[in-house]
């Protein structure tokens, strides 16, 4: 339940057309609900503007489904993280409206349709980095921005980043994603006035240490006020931006 289904649910009872128990009972769920092997956070969207996010990994399609479903049936949209394509195909008969994402490894399903806020660039170094960075451009536009998509500007071929940097600098927050050294969120922050949120993703040869050596890059970057997420977490990079594009349009 959003800020607006609870607004009309209190306006319907102030003014005599839902009854007062009527209310209880489609308010009894929150703040969460406990189905025994998951607590549903209905809350969340109140407090935080977006509704819980399922996360994939470990979970059954039953669990999924069931998730799924509590959610799509209080009104709010549905995204699910790190969904593969056999955990798809197993749930999807049960979830009516289900779309499936491959390159983002996204399910989702849309309820509403919220007026975008904010302009998100995804900025991705190589084609390898695509997985993480369509999971950050689809959540961005699952969360209600406008997305523009930036791939294969890595800083081996400089001129490719400085062909789109005109696009690149309207954004209200760049999302930068990359891997091998991880320099690319330093050479973009060094020319944004946008704030800057980085991922460093799993992509590179041994001695990248599975991203650590990108993350570690990322860290210690010298263009200052660039923020780190955590290895290959498009999600999280794309959660932060929609939240920063809330702030700055806050009645849009």
Known sequence: MDRDSLKRLLGDVAGGKTGVDEAVERLRTLPFEDTGYARIDHHRELRRGFPEVIFCEGKTPEQITGIATR????????????????QFAAVSGSIEGAVYHEDGRLLAVRQSHPEEKGFVAVVAGGTSDRPVSEE?????QYLGCRV????????????????????????????????????????????????????????????????????????????GGVTVVNIDNGFGAAYAAAVICRQIYPDK
């Open 136 to 140: 950050a451009a689809l959540t961005a």
């Open 148 to 223: 523009g998509r930036f791939y294969d500007v890595g800083v081996a071929g400089l001129h490719r980043l400085l062909s789109s940097w005109e696009e690149i600098r309207e954004a209200d927050v760049i999302v930068v994603v990359a891997g091998m050294e991880g320099a690319l969120a330093s050479v973009v922050a060094g020319m944004a006035a946008a704030p800057v949120i980085a991922v460093p993703t799993s992509i590179g040869y041994g001695a990248s240490f599975g991203g650590l050596a990108a993350l570690l890059a990322m860290l210690n970057s010298c263009a």
């Open 71 to 86: 959610i799509l049936e209080h009104g709010s949209d549905l995204l699910a993280t790190r969904c593969t394509p056999d």
